[in-house]
Every structure is written in structure tokens, then in C-alpha cells.
């Protein structure tokens, strides 16, 4: 079955259908990734963002639909050549105990191994470069078990582009960092984007920093794309509330001109102020 998407994307999905089990998750939907984005899929949690991820890096087989990766479905390929085109970095990462930084970046050039090839001076060269790219050349001889979870973070995204893939997919790249190492690792993705001509696929919870790192936004409902485009044109007052339930208002960020999603003051609930409440016994231990 070949590509006869009309845009020609080099990574797109067309009427996919991803589930676990016998619940059902996204239904019918299509999607295509502009080549040279940061794209960022944004929702409520339980809407479908890391299932469409998984779904587009093949971890999940679509039930129905397809999809596409370089003009073939992405299920023709062998997973090694999937691995040379795509790079994913998972939400979950696990690193054997005892390993040292520059070994598991190491492990990125798995894809271009062969029988007869084993390690050559252009492996060297990607990971050196890796390593470089991310700030981490320091920690190369380091144990990964003793770094803190920003500059793991930063290991794990050096293993990625060791592949030396143009397409570069994020679950949640900045989950359990403080927000000095979230921006770092949002402008360290972002210069891959604008100065290296790299297509990036993020999911983030953070609305505002992901307008403010977007090119493209992608937002989902309950396992629909609902809109997207360009963070300006896509995160407005109404499809936050639709999207995420929330009254608010969206200004222009101060510091870079994206959208800044401002909620709206709520009066604090305090607890045991109903009747209801007041007259409430707690259950006996």
C-alpha cells in the first residue's frame, strides 16, 4: 500500500484507530506532522496524546487505518529501518544498572549495526556529537544512576540523536523536571527544529510552554484532533474551555509574544462550608 496522502508529510496517520484491549482510545483520526515542526500535542490528561505518540512510532498497531512514514506504511519496514528514520525518546526510561553516560548514548548507533559493520569511526563520530549537542560531553564517563533527572533527561535525549534521525518523537520529555531543566530541555528540542532542519513530535502538559516552543500545536478530546495549526491561531479562550474545561484568558507572553493561558480567579472552596458538610460525621475507624 503506498502513500496517497495529498500533502506528502513524511510522517502522517490516516483513520487510525489505537486502543488497549477492548477499550478503544482514538477513533478514525488522521493526522499529519509538517516536515521541519515542533509539533506539540496538547489535551487533557486520558485524551489520547502519548496513544497517538505510540501509535505513530509503531509501539501500537492501529486496529484500523494506517500509518505512513516516507511514502510506505510504517509496518513494511523492519524495525531497524524504522529506527534509522525515526527516533523516539519514551516517557519511562530505564537504564541498566552500572552503565556510564557515553555507553548508553553509545547504544543509538544499535540501528546502524550489521553483521559485517560492527563499530565504526562514523559511530564514534555521532556519539561524540551527541554528546555535544545536549552539554553532557563532561559527564560521558559518569554514571547514569548518579545524575540528577535533568541532566538524565539530557542522556536519554543524546541516545536519541545519536541515531542520527531527522524525526525525533517525545513523550513527555519534561515530566519530574523543575522548570529551569524543562526550559533547557524545550530550547535544547527547539534548536534542533530551527537550526539542524529536525522534525520534532512532543507531548507536553504544560499549555504555555508548549505555545511558546510550537510551531505547529496538534489539540486533542477525548481521542479526537479538535484543532491545530500555529499556537496563535489554535490556543484561544474557547478552545481551552473545550478542550480543558477552563475559564481563562489568553494574553500575549511578555517574554517571547507566544499565547499565555491565564486562569481565571476562582473564589478558594473552603472545606465544611455547606450544611451538608458541616453536619458530616466521619465514618469510626
Same mark, same amino acid.
Given at each position: 500500500m503506498?502513500d ?10 490516516q483513520g487510525i ?18 516536515d521541519?515542526?515542533?509539533t ?16 505513530l512510532?509503531r ?10 512514514l516516507?511514502?510506505?506504511?510504517i ?17 519511562v526510561q #530505564? @537504564? ?5 553516560? +557515553?555507553?548508553?548514548? %553509545?547504544?543509538? &548507533?544499535?540501528?546502524h549495526?550489521?553483521l559485517? /559493520?560492527q ?22 564517563p559518569?554514571?547514569?544512576d ?6 538524565r533527561q539530557r ?9 542520527q534521525?531527522?524525526?525525533l ?7 519530574y ?16 527544529q ?10 507536553l502538559?504544560?499549555l504555555?510552554?508548549?505555545c511558546?516552543y ?7 478530546k477525548?481521542?479526537?484532533? #479538535? @484543532?491545530?495549526?500555529?499556537?496563535s491561531? +489554535?490556543i484561544?479562550e %474557547?478552545?481551552? &474551555? ?6 481563562? /484568558?489568553?494574553?500575549d507572553?511578555p517574554?517571547s ?6 486562569p481565571?480567579?476562582?473564589p ?9 458538610e458541616?453536619n ?6
Amino acid at each position: 500500500m503506498k502513500d496517497r496522502h495529498v500533502n506528502g508529510q513524511r510522517l502522517h496517520a490516516q483513520g487510525i484507530t489505537l486502543g488497549y484491549d477492548a477499550r478503544t482510545i482514538t477513533d478514525d483520526l488522521s493526522v499529519a506532522i509538517p516536515d521541519g515542526s515542533f509539533t506539540v500535542i496538547v489535551g487533557a490528561n486520558g485524551c489520547g496524546k502519548s496513544t497517538l505518540l505510540r501509535g505513530l512510532a509503531r509501539l501500537l498497531r492501529p486496529r484500523s487505518g494506517s500509518v505512513f512514514l516516507d511514502g510506505e506504511l510504517i509496518t513494511a519496514y523492519p524495525t531497524k529501518e524504522v529506527a534509522r528514520r525515526l527516533g523516539l525518546l519514551p516517557q519511562v526510561q #530505564v @537504564a541498566p544498572e552500572g552503565i556510564t553516560v +557515553v555507553d548508553l548514548v %553509545s547504544r543509538g &548507533r544499535f540501528p546502524h549495526q550489521k553483521l559485517l /559493520r560492527q563499530w565504526a569511526r562514523e559511530d564514534e563520530t555521532a556519539v561524540v556529537e551527541a554528546l555535544a549537542a545536549t552539554g553532557i560531553t563532561d559527564l560521558a564517563p559518569r554514571f547514569v544512576d548518579e545524575l540528577s533527572g535533568g541532566q538524565r533527561q539530557r542522556v536519554w535525549l543524546a541516545m536519541a540523536l545519536a541515531q542520527q534521525t531527522e524525526i525525533l518523537l517525545l513523550d513527555e520529555p519534561t515530566t519530574y523536571l523543575d522548570i529551569a531543566h524543562q526550559v533547557d530541555v524545550l530550547d535544547l528540542c527547539a534548536g534542533l527544529q530551527a537550526h539542524r532542519g529536525y522534525t520534532l513530535v512532543a507531548v507536553l502538559h504544560d499549555l504555555n510552554m508548549a505555545c511558546r516552543y510550537a510551531t505547529h500545536i496538534v489539540a486533542m478530546k477525548d481521542g479526537a484532533v #479538535v @484543532a491545530e495549526g500555529h499556537p496563535s491561531d +489554535v490556543i484561544t479562550e %474557547s478552545l481551552v &474551555r473545550e478542550v480543558f474545561g477552563l475559564e481563562c /484568558r489568553v494574553i500575549d507572553d511578555p517574554e517571547s509574544g507566544t499565547p499565555l493561558v491565564v486562569p481565571k480567579h476562582r473564589p478558594v472552596r473552603v472545606t465544611g462550608s455547606t450544611d451538608e458538610e458541616k453536619n458530616h460525621v466521619p465514618a469510626q475507624a
